[in-house]
């Protein structure tokens, strides 16, 4: 039987790598250099990618736990129990796993991969600030490697009257890089906490 990719692990890596880039951050505060708010810009990306990873993670584990809620939606007859790799492969459809917003996010997870009644999707949905933070992540994350029109419409959506054209500018403010790990950490360590495997 294949072996299970663990959640609590994956959950536990993400907020390690978490705590590496708020070292790095912290690393450069307070700082007079114009440039230290790239180093935010890059922060935001990695951070992003990294919460992407364990997000991914956490989906092919419940494939790998469970595969009738994927094989319901996508009319295919799959074993019962798949390896890691074949999970990944169904996950990233050999491109690479993407969403926009908490709502693809939630959407592909109850629809596509899991069934609203997963686990991690009631974590997920449990916290209205969950939904705040991952829509600011990706918005931040999209204007630092953007820099377009449409990417600083929705920063300012998400961002509301706190928006600053850059988003290496506002998450320089006070905590806020602080606040954003912890939160993100929050998500990751509930949806572990609920976890099985």
């Known amino acids: 039987m294949p072996k299970k990719l663990s959640i609590k692990k994956s959950a536990e890596k993400f907020c390690n790598r978490s705590d590496e880039l708020l070292e790095f951050i912290t ?11 790239m180093l935010y810009d890059l922060a935001i990306i990695k951070l992003c990618a990294s919460f992407e990873n364990f997000v991914e993670r956490v ?18 007859k799959l074993p019962k129990h798949l390896s890691d790799e074949v999970c990944f492969y169904l996950v990233e459809g050999g491109r690479y796993f993407d969403f ?29 600030s969950f939904k705040i933070t991952i829509n600011r992540l990706f918005a931040l994350r999209n204007l630092a ?15 509301g009257k706190s928006y600053k054209p850059m988003p290496g500018v506002w998450i320089a403010g006070p905590k806020r890089f602080d606040s954003l790990v912890a939160e993100l950490k929050e998500i990751a360590e509930t949806i572990a906490k609920n976890a099985p495997y």
């Open 27 to 37: 690393a450069f505060q307070p700082s007079k250099n114009p440039h230290v708010y």
């Open 100 to 128: 926009r917003d908490f709502g693809d996010l939630v959407g592909k997870m109850r629809n596509q991969y899991l069934g609203k009644e997963h686990f991690s999707v009631k974590a997920l949905e449990s916290k209205t």
């Open 59 to 76: 989906i092919v584990g419940g494939i790998n736990n469970d595969t009738s809620v994927f094989a319901n939606a996508t009319g295919i």
């Open 145 to 159: 490697a953007h820099e377009s029109d449409q990417s600083r419409r929705c920063a300012q959506k998400a961002l």
